[in-house]
Structure formats: structure tokens, C-alpha cells
């Protein structure tokens, strides 16, 4: 039998092997953050518990399939999932949310305006294909960052938490991913702009 001191990663090996009540310990410990992250990007009571249930029922699934290796990052590996659930959320109701603006992150500024024509709205569409294409070829690391910061919000710190890095780390491949995009932009000339 588990008890609430023992560490995630002894907790994930006694449910694999068919200790039930430890992963209830796990989803109790960690419920509040995991929740608390979703309900922050949905802003919505009801589809943060359905995000929040999905989360863990794929958690279920991995661990059942013994597909899990975080190698006893639990927490991050639980937040990346949960961060896929929202994103996949946002796809299908194509709301994905671009955070504020600042100088940093101008190449990402999308229209405002929300009356678009329906020529405004195709090249708004290409627009940010090819944004996602650019991020797509990014390597792992510098997308994971890039996405963890523009498209959830999360602080240099969260960002150096979730990845198991120094935020030293993280900013630097922050910086290394807008300065690949950049080169890519300007290399091609892709104006990303509907104005």
C-alpha cells in the first residue's frame, strides 16, 4: 500500500504493477496545479474538469500500456499531456489563442480585426500555416520553449520546472527559436501580415 510521502516515481511503478490507490495519491497530489493550468488557458469551470479527466484517462491508458519512461518526471510529463489536451481543444473550436504582444514576440502578431473579409480571413488562414510550418521546423527543444511561452504563457520559470532545465536553458532556446524563425522569414521574405 502507497502512503502520501512516497515519491511520484515509486507511485507510478506500484500502479503499473496493480496498486490502485497509488495513483489516486498521485492525481491528489498533483490535482491542484494540473487543474488550476488548464482552467488558466479554458477559462471555463465545466471543460476544465472535462480536459482535466481526458488528461488523466490518457495518463491511465500510457501507464497501462507501460508506454510510460519519463524517468520519474511525472508532473511535467502529466503538464505536457494536459497542454496537448488544451491545444487539441482550441484546434477543433479554432480558437487558439495568441497571448499579448511585446517587442520579443512582434513577429507574431496576427490581425485584430474582427470584421475580416473573406480575403482577409484566407490570408489570415495561410498566414498562420505558414507560422505553424516555420515552428514545425524548429529543432525539439526550441519548439517546445517557443510553444510553452507564446501559445500556454507560461513563465521562464514554469517553462524550466515542466522541462527539467536551468531557465538560463530555457531563455536561451527562446532566443535561439526567434532568431532560426527570423532567418527563416527573412530568408524566404514571408510577410507575416494581412494588412
Not at 498521485?26 to 488550476?36: A, D, V, Y
Not at 488523466?56 to 489536451?85: C, D, Q
Not at 480558437?95 to 475580416?116: Q, V
Amino acid at each position: 500500500m502507497a502512503d502520501l510521502l512516497t515519491p511520484d516515481a515509486i507511485l507510478v511503478k506500484k500502479y503499473i504493477a496493480g496498486d490502485e490507490s497509488a495513483l489516486a495519491i498521485l492525481i491528489n497530489r498533483h490535482q491542484s496545479k494540473i487543474f488550476g493550468f488548464i482552467n488558466s488557458k479554458v477559462s471555463n469551470r465545466d471543460l476544465s474538469d472535462d480536459i482535466f479527466q481526458d488528461t488523466f484517462i490518457k495518463v491511465i491508458k500510457t501507464l497501462k500500456s507501460n508506454s510510460y519512461n519519463e524517468e520519474g518526471k511525472f508532473l511535467p510529463w502529466v503538464m505536457r499531456i494536459a497542454h496537448n489536451l488544451v491545444i487539441d481543444h482550441f484546434r477543433r473550436t479554432k480558437k487558439m489563442p495568441l497571448y499579448r504582444e511585446t517587442d520579443t514576440f512582434s513577429i507574431f502578431s496576427m490581425m485584430t480585426d474582427h470584421s475580416l473579409t473573406i480575403e482577409n480571413q484566407m490570408i489570415s488562414d495561410q498566414v498562420i500555416k505558414d507560422l505553424e510550418k516555420l515552428i514545425a521546423e524548429l529543432p525539439e527543444d526550441q519548439k517546445e520553449v517557443l510553444m510553452m511561452r507564446i501559445y500556454q504563457d507560461l513563465s521562464f520559470k514554469e517553462i524550466s520546472d515542466l522541462t527539467g532545465v536551468s531557465i538560463n536553458t530555457a531563455l536561451g532556446r527562446m532566443r535561439y527559436a526567434l532568431m532560426n524563425l527570423r532567418k527563416v522569414i527573412d530568408k524566404y521574405q514571408i510577410i507575416l501580415t494581412n494588412e
